[in-house]
């Protein structure tokens, strides 16, 4: 195995930054005032590892999932609707998306919530082993120049970093428009130690997940004529 295809530690420093934009245009007074106020509530300390994860929830749920990089919230806020029991860790550096998932989460009265408004890479370290039971990676960022590529969040490290976290058996979800981002990601998968990719036929990734909530993201994509691929992955 080569350096170039093996995305070894002298890479993992990426981990540490963020790409892109923090912020766009400037938030509605009601999105800004949820900002100010609701947000410190939900927001997650990571001044110090987290032990008991369970414990950030009023309700101290057996189960735990984890979005990375939720966007708009859409997706985030009908799970967590679904599935009262259930704890929702959600990671997005982006604050106009943050602001619109808090718009969701005081509408519907979401309890079960947690917020982390930057970096997923610090929240994945600060969690314990073997505590999540899914996480989703809907519809990242692909990085689209060679150049570029190397930010992908998608990586080796990253990989083993999330295994950590994961329970045996859980899910890694993970959505995308774009066919190279799709066959980079498999590429990682395949030769990681801890995932498997257990579909049989193109139906087991090209259809959604059963009681999949589209993100727009996801519409944008269709609209402009690219088909979304759904890959699940088994941690081992």
């Known amino acids: 195995m080569t350096s170039s295809e093996y995305d070894g530690p002298r890479r993992a420093r990426r981990e540490a930054g963020l790409y892109g934009r923090r912020k766009g245009k400037a938030l509605r007074p009601r999105q800004a005032e949820l900002v100010e106020n609701l947000l410190p509530c939900l927001q997650i300390d990571l001044s110090r590892p987290i ?14 999932r984890l979005e990375i990089g939720f966007g708009g919230g859409e997706h985030l806020a009908a799970d967590a609707l679904a599935h009262p029991g259930r704890g929702f860790f959600g990671c997005e550096p982006f ?17 079960n919530v ?35 590529k190397e930010r992908r969040f998608v990586s080796d490290p990253m ?8 329970r045996p058996g859980a899910e890694l979800r993970f959505a995308t428009d774009i066919d190279d981002y799709a066959g980079w990601t498999l590429a990682r998968i395949l030769r990681s130690p801890d995932f498997l990719w257990p579909a049989r036929s193109a ?15 996801e ?11 759904y890959l699940t992955f088994i941690r081992r």
């Not at 990989?159 to 994961?166: D, G, Q, S, W």
């Not at 519409?219 to 691929?229: D, F, I, N, S, Y």
Request: charged letters at 30%.
């Open 219 to 229: 519409a944008k994509a269709l609209r402009e004529g690219r088909r979304p691929v």
């Open 114 to 148: 947690r917020i982390h408004p930057g970096d997923a890479g610090e929240l994945i370290d600060a969690l314990p082993d073997n505590c999540l039971s899914g996480v989703c990676l809907l519809y990242p960022d692909p990085w689209p120049k060679r150049r570029h």
């Open 95 to 111: 604050v106009n998306g943050v602001a619109k998932l808090l718009v969701e989460v005081e509408r519907f009265g979401l309890e």
């Open 159 to 166: 990989l083993a970093r999330l295994a950590r976290v994961m």
């Open 203 to 217: 139906q087991d990734w090209l259809t959604p997940w059963e009681g999949w909530v589209g993100t727009r993201y």
């Open 51 to 64: 032990d008991l994860p369970a414990e950030l929830f009023s309700n101290r749920p057996s189960e735990l």
